[in-house]
């Protein structure tokens, strides 16, 4: 930021007894915050709790400025992903390294609240169905209305929500994505990708009503994000119309279930460099463990 008034550190702010807010910048406009910063829509022109006092025991490593390339250059992704703004008190951050930690982490330069952000959990479900004309062994894919991926093909899956389980999350995202009701098997895979802070619960499970519907096209429908629902013979999977590396993988892994007749628990970690697409097939399968269950096919 071009104003050295809005980046002085958080430290010699302390140091000098002086408060962020008087010291940052003066007069304050309508569009900053006390420090300079961006103020979002809608929020107060001054902070609910004023003014800023030191936070003792942190490591300080820079001023909290959405703006600033510097500030922003010293975090890291998840930090680029983390509020701005205290979410207890509503002050402002800044990056700092906790009393006791290892890492840099948003911190509320007014009640000290740490804002830790973790990687994300994505739930969904292999769905499965035998074709009752072929004999076929078929699964349940949804091409998607949305991006990322808008078009191409993917388990029904997403994230999981507050006060739900992980099988109850995989049976809600199939309900919303493929308009199916589904009884959930089994856990069937669990992949990390730390390059996106992901990891996926995938679920096996069968169709409800499956007895009653001979074609299976009474099973499902496009549901919101979803363009198309389909039951794929495993040969016929479109593999290059694939969404994501972590869909590419269960259904490799299934693949290979159905062939040995048994079906494996299956862990292993997604690597893939920055800026790969999420479709990309180019990744690693790295830490792989298949762990043979007691269910056959
Ligand atoms: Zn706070």
Known sequence: MADGRATATLSSLLTSGRSATKTAVAPLTRRTTPCGATRPRGTSSRPRFAPTRPVLGHRHLSTTTTSSSASASSMSETHKTSTHFCDACGSETSVLVPEGDNRPRRVCQNCGKVHYVNPKVVVGCLVEHTCEETGARQVSLCRRAIDPCRGLWTLPAGFQECGESTSEGAARETREEANAEVSIAAPYAHLDIPAISQTYVIFRGTFKHASASRSGSSLHSPGQ????????????????????????????????DVRRGRYSFHHGVIEKEAGVAASSPRFKLAQYTGLPTEHKL
Do not use: M, N, Q
Not at 229 to 250: N, Q, W
């Open 225 to 256: 994000e979803t363009l198309e629902t389909r039951l794929f013979d495993l040969e016929k999977v479109p593999h290059e119309e694939i969404a994501f590396s972590s869909v590419r993988v269960v259904l490799g892994k299934y693949a290979e």
